[in-house]
């Protein structure tokens, strides 16, 4: 992945979607409860992004907004 500084855009998303595929395994096997609490964790991560990683483009991590991270933007 080369070299993270920082809140970085990137892992977090991919945080986030490891929570909403936990949350669909957990679906799967009858855990509601614990299938709400990883959507409502996805949730506030993606929620987080946009507050703090987002300026009309994803910013690469908080410590890194003179680019833009390109693979998020596509």
């Known amino acids: 992945f080369g070299l ?4 970085v855009t990137k892992l ?3 945080y986030a ?3 909403d ?3 669909t395994m957990a679906e ?3 855990n509601t409860t614990l299938a709400t609490d990883y959507r409502s ?3 506030t991560v993606r929620s987080a992004i946009n507050t703090h990683l987002y300026n009309s483009t994803y910013y690469v ?3 890194i907004t003179s680019t833009m ?3 998020v933007n596509a």
């Open 28 to 30: 799967l096997v009858g």
């Open 69 to 71: 991270l390109q693979d």
């Open 17 to 19: 979607l490891a929570l």
């Open 61 to 63: 991590s908080d410590t």
């Open 4 to 7: 993270f500084l920082g809140r």
């Open 41 to 43: 964790r996805a949730d």
């Open 21 to 23: 595929a936990s949350a």
């Open 12 to 14: 977090n998303l991919l």
